[in-house]
């Protein structure tokens, strides 16, 4: 499936001139690709002077967003202190709900201030088969949970909303993904 990144799109229309097909479109300054035409042939991916088109292959990811209602983000703490992480599949272009996990309570040590290590295993083990994990914010355990999943801020209210930021940010979600030393993202 071929993507556009709208963080990196600067509306040239270079994509749309060699587009075989006449499948991509400009709205609002950033490419679009209607899917239903789209060949995958990758002369947009490869004229595209920004690197904004990415051509992904079975994009199968679990993403878990952290909350305490099942509806809007955690917005008063950090991810890890939600009450449940609501689990999707993004894949082929869907997102689909799986499951809401709900979080085993962490008695945190009272001496250490922030960061707490045993904090940061109870939300990853929680967390088992995710791939992107979603909150408004994270605290300092992002050290170590960014190894085992992108960490990803979103300042949205609605999961729904944010479900929206993260297929528009796709590319970006898969390059941290396969990066060795990953950084938390934010995306917008």
């Known amino acids: 499936m071929m993507h556009v990144s709208e963080n990196k799109c600067v509306g040239c229309g ?8 006449e499948g991509i479109t400009l709205s609002k300054g950033v490419a679009q690709i209607e899917k239903d035409k789209c060949v995958e042939c990758r002369s947009c991916l490869q004229e ?25 983000l955690k917005s008063d703490n950090h991810v890890g202190m939600s009450k449940y992480f609501r689990l999707y599949r993004f894949s082929d272009g869907q997102e689909d709900f799986t499951e809401q ?22 939300t990853a083990s929680a967390l088992e088969n995710v791939d992107i994990l979603v909150g408004q914010m994270f605290g300092p355990n992002i050290t170590r949970l960014r190894n085992k999943f992108v960490c990803a801020v979103v300042r949205k209210n609605t999961i729904d909303d944010a479900i929206q930021t993260v297929r528009k940010n796709i590319n970006e979600i898969i390059e941290e993904k396969d990066k060795k030393d990953r950084r938390g993202i934010v995306l917008n």
């Open 101 to 122: 996990r709900k979080i085993i309570k962490y008695k945190e040590d009272a001496t250490k201030t922030h960061g707490d290590p045993g904090k940061a295993k109870a």
């Open 14 to 21: 270079l994509c749309v001139d060699v587009c075989p097909q």
């Open 48 to 72: 595209c002077p920004q690197g904004a088109i990415s051509f992904f292959e079975n994009i199968n990811l679990v993403v878990a967003f952290g909350t305490d209602d099942g509806n809007t």
